[in-house]
DNA sequence: TTTCTTTGCTAACATTCGTTAGTATATTAT
DNA sequence: ATAATATACTAACGAATGTTAGCAAAGAAA
């Protein structure tokens, strides 16, 4: 009888959502069945419903996870006491960490939460409208201060989030430059882009 | 009986395909239905293929006209004998443009290729390559001149072209700024961004 | 009007989907 | 060893999907 093997400090439950994760990324949530699911996992497709309550709560715990993760740090870098370029210089620095060491999560959460249902498609659209609001405020902040070129802080922000997004197209391409030098260049263009000189 | 409405110069098809943009945008590819779809245009589900194929074919047709707009404007970007960071600003301003005023296509054709099959799939993803390959080239020509900031070509058209994916956001948000406002911000962020000072 | 073509309808199909019921077999606790 | 629990299996369900066949009605051409 095949077994979901685990890792020590690892449920079955936490091994079938990593392999929601690459399969959501891969063919997207619609297109990816339980019974693809439940083969990468090396089992029946019946026998997931002994971990999971359902095909969603997949897409909760991917969604709700990366957006958690971001939302606490965003609550570190306001809480801390450095420049505003600073602050934004290290938000871009955890949004391209995030999306190249936890590229699958982070992709799903950010093109597949359409398939959210309520309550928690509004829930993870607020969330992610508040963080947009705060990031944008701090970059407000940095225009005030003189720190950042005048220009619309919504905008930057959406430049910023999906520029990174971006990244999806770097793990796929075959060339690829290394990790460090692919961040170095994003702050470059993108903070670099921001200060004012 | 429900006919399709159609206006001058335009086929009951055309009407097809511009109604399975929008709820292709809308649901994504999978989700969507040809009930759905049927729906919308106001008419049964098998009436539908008294003018189409499949929907696989929508999405082609969708896809394809997107990339054929875009090589096409490549081609006469190249051709032109102007300075590099003019054509650089003429392709993003054109991909700003397209993203604004045909917003449900190029949206659709960004995001929703994946469940094109071969050989579409395969011609699809080498024209995508091509294309950012030349736009590349071009920077880095900008690059040899001196016109631009010495960075990986590649990593800032990754930038550029998701950045202005974002305009999705744009569309979506409640407090819109206007068109041509979005367009200065987003040239001066990008471009801006990209030029030797 | 009569004929031909276009476009719509209803009904049905095979397939795939997420999920459940019921049962067998491992693993863990007593 | 025995009991209890966790985990897997097979089989099947109802619903939804893309698509086709066959027929009716509308519009265009004669």
Chains 1, 2 share one sequence.
């Not at 999560?105 to 947009?132: A, C, G, I, T």
Request: positive net charge.
């Amino acid at each position: 009888m095949a077994r979901i093997k685990i890792e020590k400090n690892s449920s079955r439950k936490e091994v079938i959502v990593s392999k929601a994760a690459s399969l959501f990324r891969e063919k997207g949530f619609k297109a990816a069945s339980m019974r693809d699911l439940a083969e990468a996992v090396g089992v029946e497709a019946a026998s997931l419903y002994n971990h999971i309550k359902s095909k969603t709560e997949l897409l909760h715990e991917l969604c709700f996870g990366v957006a958690n993760r971001f939302m606490q740090h965003m609550d570190e870098v306001e809480s801390k006491k450095t420049s505003s370029i600073a602050k934004i210089e290290e938000l871009v620095r955890f949004h391209i960490n995030e999306m190249v060491n936890h590229y699958e999560e982070v992709y799903v959460s950010d093109r597949e939460w359409k398939h959210l249902s309520d309550p928690y498609l509004s829930n993870f659209q607020n969330q992610r409208r508040m963080y947009r609001k705060r990031f944008a405020a701090i970059i407000e902040t940095g225009i005030r201060n003189k720190e950042v070129k005048m220009i619309d802080a919504p905008t930057a922000v959406l430049i910023i989030l999906h520029a990174i997004s971006g990244i999806e197209s770097w793990h796929r391409s075959t060339q690829k430059i290394n990790a460090a030098e692919l961040t170095n260049n994003m702050i470059t263009i993108l903070v670099g882009g921001l200060k004012n000189v």
